[in-house]
């Protein structure tokens, strides 16, 4: 006995509504993707957001569309970046098929997932100030570490 969960993602930014990423999950744990957006992996504007569709229940909940547009924003467009998104590729189909199948699993990573959504969407809202504020904590940890050592 297999369960399907068969979602459609449309490309953001796109004027073709066509539906570009269909997931499907199997009994083996596994979720494939077809359709065409979906051919390079799920980068670039496709699908691909396993964890957070799993958790939200549609590639078109406004969160799981802020992280997917992070995700092309700035992850994409540079080697570290891409590396992490060929490494979460790698392990979330498994990860997201085992949320989908438990109700309290759903809202566990929708609740781990709050800080990751309200940061992808103030950085892409306020790029700048975000950056100052990121470097402002940075040196305020690093002058708390240097500080603990001398002391």
């Given at each position: 006995m297999s369960d399907t969960l068969r979602v459609a993602g449309i490309q953001l930014g796109s004027s073709?509504?066509?539906?570009?990423?269909?997931t499907t999950l199997s009994g083996s744990n596994t979720i494939s993707t077809g359709g065409a957006a979906?051919?390079?992996?799920g980068g670039g504007g496709g699908g691909g957001c396993f964890i957070a569709?799993?958790?939200?229940?549609?590639?078109l909940a406004r969160?799981?569309?802020?992280?997917?547009?992070f995700r092309d924003r700035y992850l994409m467009t540079n080697h570290p970046g891409r590396a992490l998104v060929s490494l979460y590729y790698a392990w979330s189909p498994?990860?997201?098929?085992?949320?989908?199948?438990?109700?309290?699993?759903?809202?566990?990573?929708?609740?781990t997932l709050y800080p990751a959504?309200?940061?992808?969407?103030?950085?892409?809202s306020?790029?700048?100030?975000?950056?100052?504020?990121?470097?402002?904590?940075?040196?305020?940890?690093?002058?708390i570490l240097i500080s603990r050592r001398k002391g």
């Open positions: 073709n509504p066509t539906p570009v990423v269909i979906s051919s390079g992996g569709t799993a958790a939200y229940g549609s590639p969160e799981v569309v802020v992280l997917r547009e498994w990860v997201a098929g085992f949320i989908y199948r438990h109700e309290s699993l759903k809202t566990f990573t929708r609740i959504v309200t940061l992808s969407r103030t950085i892409m306020n790029p700048g100030e975000t950056g100052l504020f990121a470097l402002s904590i940075f040196l305020l940890f690093g002058w």
